[in-house]
């Protein structure tokens, strides 16, 4: 019982696809991020695959059965503090960090920052404990390739 309700809270554990709890809410903030401007372009797409391909170490297939799975579950979000609570639960700043810096990835796919996104970005680095310092610092790493 206590390892269902882990899981639909996304507190430990495997979902049916395999992901972990902090592999869902990384990949569902990508999502957040992605769509942030109102615009999901193949260029985001791809970006976010290769962010979690990377990230968590995942095969093509792995990746697109989490970046749907994460689509569904943040669609269905109405805060990001649940996404945020199991990241900055389970990481230390330094790899908080590196989050932000996987959703500034995301955010440039398109080549511009929009408002939107820039807004997310800072709330969603707030909820995780990242400075506006380290977030700006990695920001202008990011946009400088």
Same mark, same amino acid.
């Given at each position: 019982?206590?390892?269902?309700?882990?899981?639909?809270?996304?507190?430990?554990?495997?979902?049916?696809?395999?992901?972990?709890?902090?592999?869902?809410?990384?990949?569902?903030?990508?999502?957040?991020?992605?769509? !942030?401007?109102?615009?999901? #372009?193949?260029? *985001? @797409? /791809? %970006?976010?695959?290769?962010?979690?391909?990377?990230? =968590?170490?995942? &095969?093509?297939?792995? !990746?697109?059965?989490?970046? #749907?799975?994460? *689509? @569904? /579950? %943040?669609?269905?979000?109405?805060?990001?503090?649940? =996404?945020?609570? &199991?990241?900055?639960?389970?990481?230390?700043?330094?790899?908080?960090? *590196?989050?932000?810096?996987?959703?500034?990835?995301?955010?440039?796919?398109?080549?511009?920052?929009?408002?939107?996104?820039?807004?997310?970005?800072?709330?969603?680095?707030?909820?995780?404990?990242?400075?506006?310092?380290?977030?700006?610092?990695?920001?202008?790493?990011?946009?400088?390739?």
């Amino acid at each position: 019982m206590f390892e269902k309700i882990s899981k639909i809270l996304g507190l430990k554990g495997e979902d049916e696809t395999g992901a972990s709890g902090l592999e869902l809410a990384t990949a569902a903030l990508l999502v957040q991020v992605s769509k !942030a401007d109102g615009e999901f #372009t193949s260029d *985001e @797409r /791809d %970006q976010l695959e290769e962010c979690v391909k990377e990230h =968590f170490d995942l &095969t093509n297939r792995e !990746a697109a059965e989490l970046l #749907t799975r994460a *689509e @569904r /579950d %943040q669609s269905d979000a109405t805060c990001l503090y649940a =996404f945020t609570r &199991t990241i900055a639960k389970e990481l230390d700043n330094d790899e908080r960090q *590196e989050i932000v810096r996987l959703l500034w990835r995301v955010a440039f796919a398109d080549k511009h920052i929009d408002n939107f996104e820039e807004n997310v970005l800072a709330k969603v680095s707030g909820l995780l404990g990242v400075s506006p310092q380290d977030r700006v610092r990695i920001k202008h790493e990011v946009e400088a390739g």
